[in-house]
Every structure is written in C-alpha cells, then in structure tokens.
C-alpha cells in the first residue's frame, strides 16, 4: 500500500478488503484517462462510475462505429433520466456524468450501440428528444 494510499485503507480492512482495493486502484490507473486499443478497430474507453474500471468497448471496421456499453447505462428509463442512479453504482454521482456524456456524445449519429441490460435484441440508436433521450432498437 505505501504513502500514496495511506489514506485509502481503512485501518479496519480484512486482507481481502486490502487486495480487492488494490486492484481497484491498479484497475484505475491503468484505464485513466486513455483510450486503449486492444484490436484492429477495436478500442476501451474508460467510464468509470458503475464500477472502477468499468469501460466502453468502441468497435469499427470500415463502416458505422459500434459501441458495446456494458453497465453504463442499466436501464431505458435512464435515457430519460441519465441522472438517475442505481443501487449498483460505485460513485453515483460519476456513474451519472459519465452517463450522460456518453449519450450526448452517440445521440442523433450512426453510432450502433449494443446495451448489456435491455432485453431481446438490444441493437439500436440513441436519439434526442428534448432535453431527453429515446432508444430506437432496430
């Protein structure tokens, strides 16, 4: 753990606690605040919040970009309300900010996004509406 982290570890945490909270911060600093590339077209983007180390997966390979959300956003009723947090957010308020960059940045484009929590098919586009946003599923 170090000076760096003193103040991190609570003097009450188990060695489990210890060694989880380490790879978080491993996790962290390895993910923040770059794009990695892991393919031909194939690249992370951090989006912590839900989780630490919780990423975006973008996918391209010639044509229309795709992007794999993984827990960022849980449900549809969170295009409606990015703000609204879910009691499997890390840091509730992050999970937010990164929610709604995340919408405003693929909403009205070509972006196919691919929730991990909506049902059946969940291919589709984000669209404006408003000060809001829909899910249009193809």
């Known amino acids: 753990w170090g000076e760096a982290t003193s103040g991190l570890r609570p003097a009450s945490a188990s060695p489990h606690t210890s060694s989880t909270m380490s790879l978080t911060l491993q996790l962290r600093c390895r993910c923040a605040p770059v794009f990695q590339a892991i393919g031909d077209g194939i690249w992370l983007e ?13 996918a391209q390979a010639g044509g229309a970009k795709a992007l794999f959300w993984g827990d960022v956003i849980h449900h549809p009723i969170q295009l409606v309300r990015p703000e609204l ?11 937010a900010t990164v929610r709604q960059a995340l919408l405003n940045r693929v909403a009205d484009t070509d972006t196919m996004c691919f929730p991990a929590h909506f049902r059946g098919n969940s291919a589709g586009h984000v669209r404006r509406d408003g000060s809001r946003f829909r899910y249009d599923f193809v």
Do not use: K, T
Request: with cysteine; proline share 17%; hydrophobic share 40%.
């Open 85 to 95: 947090p879910l009691m499997f957010d890390h840091d509730p308020a992050l999970a």
């Open 46 to 58: 951090p989006a912590f919040g839900h989780s630490p180390g919780c990423c975006v997966i973008h």
